[in-house]
């Protein structure tokens, strides 16, 4: 079954300290990814995708992602932590399974990532 | 401009009950989905629609039905509402092509539905 897990349910960080959000993954066949972030009362909004190429994928807000076939991973990370990145991070992958085509997204669990001042 | 929109963002309603969610794109995509967000906020797809065809159909109760008048509007209609049914819905439209899926997906803002 294809499946993606986020292996921690929150992550502190201080303010100005590199952030990483773990993900790894589960499919048959070449992955495509999605990480998207939930602030507070609010819908999930894109951050990056990787579907092929350079395995550092860049997105918005100064994340960006490595994607690392070998480990079956998918690791958001941002150099700088704001306060304000704090919200809940989704991991998604695209269900291959799933014909037609069409972008079934499967996600993970989500992590919260709390930036302390 | 509001990209993904819906309404009501609160609803609040008693158990047996029907009540329907509007959601509206205006980003001219021709696919649109309805996700259900539980409390522990798992994010589960119920439906898309393609160009108003139903194309993907999880394991919802019968009591769950979208409708899509056209491929700008997917709304979701729910009949005899239960306690279980209290969660966050999001509709979300992404401008898939057949044979490729690596767009992304756009949400809306989500409608809050409390059953008492």
């Known amino acids: 079954a294809q499946s993606v897990a986020q292996p921690e349910d929150q992550v502190n960080v201080a303010e100005g300290n590199p952030l990483t959000v773990k993900c790894t993954y589960s499919v048959s066949g070449n992955p495509y990814l999605f990480w998207y972030v939930q602030y507070p009362n609010r819908g999930l909004q894109f951050l990056l995708k990787?579907?092929?190429?350079?395995?550092l994928v860049k997105g918005s807000y100064g994340f960006e992602a490595e994607f690392n076939k070998s480990q079956t991973s998918f690791h958001l990370k941002k150099p700088s932590a704001l306060v304000s990145d704090s919200a809940l991070y989704f991991c998604?992958?695209?269900?291959?399974?799933?014909?037609?085509?069409?972008?079934?997204?499967?996600f993970g669990a989500g992590t919260r990532l709390a930036v302390h001042p | 401009d509001t990209a993904v929109s819906q309404t009501p963002k609160y609803l609040v309603t008693q158990m047996g009950n029907d009540k329907s969610i509007k959601c509206e794109q205006n980003?001219?995509?021709?696919?649109m989905y309805w996700y259900k967000q539980d409390s522990k906020k798992f994010l589960k797809i119920m439906f898309s629609y393609n160009n108003k065809e139903l194309i993907i159909n999880e394991t919802v109760p019968n009591r769950f039905s979208p409708k899509s008048p056209d491929k700008a509007h997917l709304n979701l209609h729910i009949n005899s509402l239960e306690l279980g049914d209290s969660a966050v819905y999001f509709c979300?439209?992404?401008?898939?092509?057949?044979?490729?899926?690596?767009?992304?997906?756009?949400f809306g803002p989500g409608t809050r539905l409390t059953v008492t």
């Open positions: 998604a992958v695209r269900d291959l399974m799933f014909s037609g085509g069409y972008n079934k997204l499967i």
């Open positions: 980003l001219g995509h021709d696919t």
């Open positions: 979300a439209s992404s401008p898939v092509l057949p044979g490729q899926g690596s767009y992304e997906q756009y």
């Open positions: 990787y579907i092929t190429g350079d395995n």
